[in-house]
T-cell receptor, first 114, second 114 residues
Framework: KNQVEQSPQSLIILEGKNCTLQCNYTVSPFSNLRWYKQDTGRGPVSLTIMTFSENTKSNGRYTATLDADTKQSSLHITASQLSDSASYIC?????????????FGAGTRLAVHP | DAGITQSPRHKVTETGTPVTLRCHQTENHRYMYWYRQDPGHGLRLIHYSYGVKDTDKGEVSDGYSVSRSKTEDFLLTLESATSSQTSVYFCASQTGEVNTGELFFGEGSRLTVL
């Protein structure tokens, strides 16, 4: 069964600190892995998309890593800001002929406190 | 950002009534998706469309139907709403290739079925 597991479920950090969110997946066949940010009451917004051959990808203060051998990914946030408070969703795309078959994790809810 | 809007944003209805949610995109994207988001779960695919009049079922399609008469509009219909369909519904449209294209999400439609 295709699954995406994220940890921790929730996290509280102080403004300016770094944090790392984890994602483990069992999805086959694998196409790519994505991280989304979802603010409360809004739709998800893409942060990164990584294919099998990419180990690291950055988007500003966000850096995603992918280990396709162990089927793990992480999202590192550097020098957190209050605006980073959101849910972060790991999504794996399973290679499919007809449509973009995305398996969503349940998300990690991050709260950044001043 | 891709121009994708959903309506209504909030709706309260009674069990047994029909409900239609509308998704409108201005980017001429071929692929469109309807998801539902429930607490503790990742987004789950209800239906998708790969072109005008071309639609297919996702993993949680029971009780839902869709229509796409124009590229820009993708409608989700609950023929007879049930309490289990209380959820937040997200529409997305997709650029690029089927497995690697980027998804752009709407702001969500919160539906409460009493």
């Amino acid at each position: 069964k295709n699954q995406v597991e994220q940890s921790p479920q929730s996290l509280i950090i102080l403004e300016g600190k770094n944090c790392t969110l984890q994602c483990n997946y069992t999805v086959s066949p694998f196409s790519n892995l994505r991280w989304y940010k979802q603010d409360t009451g809004r739709g998800p917004v893409s942060l990164t998309i990584m294919t099998f051959s990419e180990n690291t990808k950055s988007n500003g203060r966000y850096t995603a890593t992918l280990d396709a051998d162990t089927k793990q990914s992480s999202l590192h946030i550097t020098a957190s800001q209050l605006s980073d408070s959101a849910s972060y969703i790991c999504v794996v795309s399973a290679a499919s002929g007809g449509y973009n078959k995305l398996i969503f994790g349940a998300g990690t809810r991050l709260a950044v406190h001043p | 950002d891709a121009g994708i809007t959903q309506s209504p944003r909030h709706k309260v209805t009674e069990t047994g009534t029909p409900v239609t949610l509308r998704c409108h995109q201005t980017e001429n994207h071929r692929y469109m998706y309807w998801y539902r988001q429930d607490p503790g779960h990742g987004l789950r695919l209800i239906h998708y469309s790969y072109g005008v009049k071309d639609t297919d079922k996702g993993e949680v399609s029971d009780g839902y139907s869709v229509s796409r008469s124009k590229t820009e509009d993708f409608l989700l219909t609950l023929e007879s709403a049930t309490s289990s369909q209380t959820s937040v519904y997200f529409c997305a449209s997709q650029t690029g290739e089927v497995n690697t294209g980027e998804l752009f999400f709407g702001e969500g439609s919160r539906l409460t079925v009493l």
